[in-house]
Nanobody, 127 residues
């Protein structure tokens, strides 16, 4: 099993920045693909970004490209989501997710592709 714990959420003004962290513990070798999803109020959970533990490939959703960046620190078993130029529509609960398989656009752009989830962290962007 892999345990995921997010941190770094909070309240920020539009145009500001936040950095989210997700630290993995347990059988971290089982999580080849790590990702961020978000769930705005009253909406479905949506893909934000994904990264491999063992490679440099990253993937970002269209709504965050150029503003958000996913990265990792293998030594700390931690992934990050740097969020810049935040907008009110970025307000959501942000979830960290992991899966044992290599990233596939057929599998890992939806929540159903992930077996491990964190508890979520709230990000609120005020306009």
């Amino acid at each position: 099993q892999v345990q995921l714990v997010e941190s770094g959420g909070g309240l920020v003004q539009a145009g500001g920045s936040l950095r989210l962290s997700c630290t993995a513990s347990g059988r971290t070798i089982s999580a080849n693909t790590m990702a961020w999803f978000r769930q705005p109020p009253g909406k479905e959970r949506e893909f934000v970004a994904a990264i491999h533990w063992s490679g440099d490939d990253t993937y970002h959703g269209d709504s965050v490209k150029g503003r958000f960046t996913i990265s990792r620190d293998n030594a700390k078993n931690t992934i990050y989501l740097q969020m810049n130029s935040l907008k009110s529509e970025d307000t959501a609960i942000y979830y960290c997710a992991g899966d044992r398989r290599q990233f596939s656009s057929y599998t890992h752009l939806t929540p159903q592709g992930y077996g491990y989830w964190g508890q979520g962290t709230q990000v609120t962007v005020s306009s």
